[in-house]
């Protein structure tokens, strides 16, 4: 009997010391939750909404000129760091996300920069946007894209309407999806 009772108490001291444990994980899971959702919505280092978009000129990886003296400014803008976990994490969001949109692929400008020319991650940023974006790789030190932003920290987007930025933030889900344009009637 005194055997039975010994387990018993071992059995409860252990279920109250893993139901502390456990409350304490789920406290210190939710305070990193709120610091990183916090990191998200910063959008400190971004340029403001309803600024112009920075006048720059560069070129694509299929070889098209973008920026100053093309025809239509870009209606969202992405800037990527092939170096930043972040960036490869939110690419299916992005991929989605430009779908889910509508924007002709003409009038979305991803600029993937990167630290050293070449890299793998940056040649699978470039493959992932293909067909869905006007691609810019540029290094991410000096690319003429990222200083015309003044990017100080990855990922970037931009919505933009008439060339006037409307949404500025570090993650896609943060933009709203605009409305697309109804299709005209048919005759």
């Known amino acids: 009997m005194g055997l039975l009772v010994a ?3 071992v059995l ?14 789920v406290r210190r899971i939710r305070r990193h ?4 959702n916090g990191l998200v919505a910063d959008d400190r280092g971004l340029l403001p909404v309803s600024t112009r978009i920075p006048e720059f000129t560069a070129v694509a990886v299929d070889g098209t000129v ?6 239509d400014p ?3 803008v992405v800037l990527l760091s092939a170096d930043c976990p ?14 889910a949109a509508g924007h002709p692929p003409e009038r979305v400008l991803a600029v993937v920069c ?4 070449g890299t793998d991650a940056a040649t699978a940023m470039v493959e992932a946007l293909a067909g869905m974006a006007t691609v810019v790789e540029e290094p991410c030190e000096g690319g003429v894209v990222g200083r015309a932003f003044s990017v100080d920290g990855f990922p970037s987007f931009y919505g933009v309407d008439g ?3 409307t949404a500025a933030a570090r993650a896609v889900h943060l933009l709203a999806v605009p409305r697309q344009q109804p299709l005209p009637e048919p005759q």
């Open 7 to 9: 387990v018993v108490v």
């Open 66 to 71: 973008v920026g100053k003296g093309t025809s």
């Open 12 to 25: 409860v001291v252990t279920a109250v010391l893993n139901l502390t444990l456990s409350v304490g994980l």
């Open 163 to 165: 060339g006037v930025i």
């Open 86 to 99: 972040a960036c490869h994490d939110t690419l299916p969001d992005l991929v989605a996300y430009i779908g």
């Open 33 to 36: 939750t709120d610091v990183l």
């Open 74 to 76: 870009p209606e969202l």
């Open 114 to 117: 990167h630290a050293r020319d």
